[in-house]
Structure formats: structure tokens, C-alpha cells
């Protein structure tokens, strides 16, 4: 864990109707689920409670990069969430590529027995808790943070 900085981190799965949270202890052992807040004008509000409740020392917000390597429309709206994000709270926002995070929770969710229908309301949580462990991975084996300061 050379380099690791301790402390909790929120990840943010940014969609067009839900915007998955998940967090890590301070140690980064593991990333878990905390809650969907639907995509409003309250969205921001709600993650800004959360980051009071966790105190993060940072919070991660995937961007959805095309495999391609292009950045979409998808992109556009996440980094204006992480904006907003970043005016609100006081902690640093840091955008990560969350290449196919979506895909590898659906199918944690399908391997465990669970319908894509049935996995609707969680699995922005999980796209956030896959996007968070990658970062933590990338922080523990290379001693820098994944991703770039907002």
C-alpha cells in the first residue's frame, strides 16, 4: 500500500435518471454501495449530505469515455454534475474513466441470479462501487490517484 493515501472516498456513477453512490473505509479495502439518488435539481444536495455524513477526503465521479477513447454526450453531463459537485462541497472532485463500469455491474448483478429489470434500482450503485475499487486499485499499485483533480 506504498503511497496510499488513508482516508473514506465517495464514488459517483453519473446517469441520465439515477446517479449511483458508493464509498470505502478509510484503509480502501473495500468499496460498497451506499444509495441511488435520482438524477433532480436535488441530486447534488443529497450527495453533498452524504459527503457531510462519510467526511470523504475526496469524492470520485466516473466519466463514461467511449470505448474508443472519445468523450460523448454522457461525458458532457457528467463533468457539468461534478461542477456543480465541485461548487458545492469541500472536497477535491477527481474524474475518473469509468470505461464499461455499467457493463461489469450488470453482470456481477446477472452472475449472482438477478434480472436486468430487477437490478434497475441498484445498479448505478454498483457501476459506483466498480469505478471506486478500480481507482483504489490504481492508487495502491502505483502510488498516485487515479484520474485528474476537477
Not at 443529497?46 to 477513447?69: H, T
Not at 461489469?104 to 434480472?115: D, K
Not at 448505478?124 to 498516485?144: R, Y
Request: neutral net charge; proline residues 5%; aromatic residues 2%.
Amino acid at each position: 500500500m506504498s503511497g496510499f493515501r488513508r482516508g473514506v472516498r465517495l464514488g459517483i456513477d453519473v446517469g441520465r435518471a439515477r446517479v449511483g453512490v458508493a464509498r470505502c473505509d478509510p484503509d480502501g479495502m473495500l468499496a460498497v454501495p451506499v444509495e441511488t439518488v435520482p438524477r433532480a435539481d436535488t441530486s447534488v444536495a443529497r450527495i453533498l449530505e452524504l459527503a457531510r455524513e462519510y467526511e470523504p477526503i475526496e469524492i470520485l465521479v466516473g466519466l463514461p469515455i467511449s470505448l474508443g477513447g472519445s468523450e460523448t454526450a454522457s461525458t458532457a453531463d457528467a463533468r457539468e454534475f461534478a461542477t456543480e459537485l465541485g461548487a458545492a462541497v469541500e472536497v477535491p472532485i477527481r474524474l475518473v474513466d469509468e470505461r464499461l463500469s455499467t457493463v461489469s455491474a450488470n453482470a456481477v448483478l446477472r452472475q449472482n441470479g438477478r434480472s436486468q429489470k430487477s437490478s434497475r434500482r441498484i445498479v448505478d450503485q454498483i457501476a459506483a462501487v466498480v469505478l471506486l475499487q478500480q481507482a483504489i486499485d490504481v492508487e495502491k499499485s502505483t502510488g498516485n490517484p487515479a484520474g485528474a483533480v476537477l
